[in-house]
């Protein structure tokens, strides 16, 4: 027998692919109304976002740049050691660009004020930020990103490229995981 976790045995859906699909064609209307046609650079935080990334850039009219920010922030627990590590840098500099961060979750804000700071000191034009999903009840910084596709409550939630430990980022939906 595998020791792999099995999706259905500890997961319930909370949002379906279709809805995730429709909201993100919201999202890019709703960016590039706001951001202009602009050349926009697309901040992928790894690894929990690359599936929105690559959904999100897809709905993205005009010209539009890809690059990507390793991050570790949890190590195979649903609790956030606090701690931000970089451990891929961008690959190329953004100085003068608008760029869109993109992340996956923003739960206690610890991430994204983090690399809120770490863009800015690269001198771009513009720092915005999107999030598939967010958990406000968990918030210990006073972050809010630019765009939210989903509110949701306090709980641990995997697919769509989020894991509990490197597992179940290949799901089409985002799932409550109960232990
Ligand atoms: P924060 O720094 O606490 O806001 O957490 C940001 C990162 O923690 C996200 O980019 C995720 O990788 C991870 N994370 C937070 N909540 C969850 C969750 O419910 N499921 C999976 N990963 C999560």
Redesign the pocket.
Known sequence: MSDQPHPQDRTRVLIPAERIQARIVELAREIRADLGDGPLTCIG?LK?SFIFMADLVRALDGPVRCEFLGVS??HGGTR?TGV?RITEDLSHPIEGHHCLLV??????????DYLRHFLEGRKPASVHTVCLLD?PGRREVEVAPDYVGFTIPD????GYG???GEFYRNLPYIAVYSP
């Open positions: 935080v929990g922030s949890y956030s931000v992340e996956d979750i923003v739960d206690t804000g610890l991430t994204l958990k709980e641990f939630v995997v989020l894991d509990l």
